[in-house]
């Protein structure tokens, strides 16, 4: 009879697993608005490095081992549009985004006294959002426009979004078999 033995190698990758667990953080949402939409000209890297070398060279009558230590600098350049118009294009993007939001901003006189909005509310100062007035008030949508054309022919059809007909109060509805 053979006695059930513990695998180890489970258990062990059990025990990484849980402890990688601990140190995971949760995945937020990314807010589009406003960021850089992954823009980067260029990476600068310094690094230092200790040379390991096989053969050691004694160059004094000191009985101690030195270390080689070396620096260096390593710039990568990124293939694509250059960097001065990427960088337009996202303060582009910011400026229609800013456009498009101050007049939210600037109709809401209490973001003026909090001040975690002292930023956006400076960026908002003196921009007044252009309004498109070249549509009557009393204009409808084009889709009203077509829905009443259609009802106009079709006047025993009934399309969605008219009034519900409800049925009269002594109706009774039919019970399920």
């Known amino acids: 009879m053979e006695i059930a033995k513990m695998n180890y190698y489970f258990t062990g990758a059990l025990i990484i697993l849980f402890v990688l667990l601990c140190f ?9 608005y406003l ?21 050691n ?5 000191s009985d101690y081992d030195s270390d080689n230590y070396r620096l260096s600098f390593t710039y990568r350049k990124y293939l694509g549009t250059d960097c001065k118009t990427s960088k337009e294009n996202v303060a582009i993007k910011q400026q229609l985004e800013l456009m498009k ?3 939210r901003v600037n109709s809401n006189p209490s973001l003026a ?3 975690n909005f002292n930023l956006l509310v400076s960026k908002c100062r003196g921009v007044t959002p252009a309004r498109d007035n070249t549509r009557p008030n009393d204009s409808k949508s ?3 426009n077509l829905k009443d054309n259609y009802k106009k022919e079709n006047p025993d059809i009934k ?3 008219d009034k519900l007909l409800l049925p009269p109060k002594d109706y009774k509805m039919p019970v399920p078999e």
Do not use: F
Not at 57 to 61: E, G, L, N, R, V
């Open 24 to 32: 995971m953080q949760p995945a937020y949402p990314r807010n589009e």
């Open 35 to 55: 960021n850089e939409y992954g823009v980067r000209c260029g990476e600068l890297e310094t690094r230092i490095e200790k040379e390991d070398r096989d053969t």
């Open 57 to 61: 060279y004694t160059y004094s009558d």
């Open 101 to 103: 939001m101050c007049g």
């Open 113 to 115: 006294h909090n001040e």
């Open 142 to 144: 084009h889709w009203d």
């Open 159 to 161: 399309v969605m979004g």
